[in-house]
């Protein structure tokens, strides 16, 4: 009886760090998405920085 109940909290922990592990990977990628999005906003407003500068020499 004490073996079986082991067992099942065995898998249930087994389960758990899975969907940890998953969520885990999915905020990285999310991140890493946001990252991307933040440099492109970064580069575009650089861009945009140097413009109006030449314009107001």
Same mark, same amino acid.
Request: proline content about 0%; aromatic content about 14%; glycine content about 2%.
């Given at each position: !009886? *004490?073996?079986k109940e082991l067992q099942q909290k065995d898998r &249930?922990? %087994? %389960? *758990?760090? /899975?969907k940890l592990f998953d969520k885990e990977n999915k905020y990285y990628q999310q991140f @890493? /998405? &946001?990252e /991307? @999005? !933040?440099q492109k906003y970064n580069d575009q407003a650089t861009w945009l920085s140097s413009q109006l500068g030449a314009m107001f020499k």
């Amino acid at each position: !009886m *004490l073996y079986k109940e082991l067992q099942q909290k065995d898998r &249930l922990i %087994d %389960d *758990l760090n /899975k969907k940890l592990f998953d969520k885990e990977n999915k905020y990285y990628q999310q991140f @890493a /998405k &946001l990252e /991307k @999005a !933040m440099q492109k906003y970064n580069d575009q407003a650089t861009w945009l920085s140097s413009q109006l500068g030449a314009m107001f020499k």
